[in-house]
C-alpha cells in the first residue's frame, strides 16, 4: 500500500490514460481522448523512468502494452456479443439486402415525376417530390431553389434530374 501511496501519480496517470485509450475504442475518429490517454501513458513511464530507471520504464511500457491489449480485447467483445452490445453504445441495426432493393425500386418509381428544387441544386442539392424530399444530382447545371425539375434516370442510389 505504501508503493502505490508513493507512486500515486503514476498509478493516476497509468489508469486514466488506459480508461481513455479504451474509451476511444468506441468514439470515431482519433480524437482527444486518444491523444490524451497517449501522453497520460507516456507521463506515467516518464515518472518510473526517473523515479526507478530505464529497465522498470520499459517493464513498466511492456505491462502497459500488454493490460492495454486485454483491455482492449475484452470491450470489443463486450460491444459484440456482451452486455455493451444491447447497450445504445453500439449500432446493431443494419440494411439488408432486401431492403436495399425494395429502396432502389421505389427510386426507380420516380423517374418521369416532376417536382421542385428544394435547395439551390449546384449539381447537387434536395428536390421535392409530392412531398417526399430526396436528394437529388443534376448533369452539370445549376438550377435555383423553387425551380421545376423533372426526374430523367435512377442511375443505383443517385437520382438525376434536368430543369423543366
Known sequence: MDFIVANLPLVICALAGMALIVLEIFIPGFGVPGISGIVLLVVAVGFTFFNYGAQAALGMAIVIIAVLAILAAVALRS?????????????????????????????????GRT??????LRPV????????????VTEGEFIEKGQPVVVSRVDGRRVIVQKV
Not at 98 to 109: D, G, H, P, R, V
Not at 115 to 120: H, K, L, N, R, S
Open 125 to 136: 442539392g434536395v428536390a421535392e417530390f409530392d412531398g417526399q424530399r430526396l436528394d437529388v
Open 115 to 120: 417536382g421542385e428544387a428544394y435547395t439551390i
Open 79 to 111: 460491444a459484440a456479443r456482451g452486455s455493451l452490445s444491447r447497450s445504445r453504445l453500439v449500432l446493431n441495426d443494419a440494411i439488408t439486402d432486401e431492403e436495399s432493393e425494395n429502396e432502389l425500386a421505389n427510386l426507380q418509381a420516380y423517374v
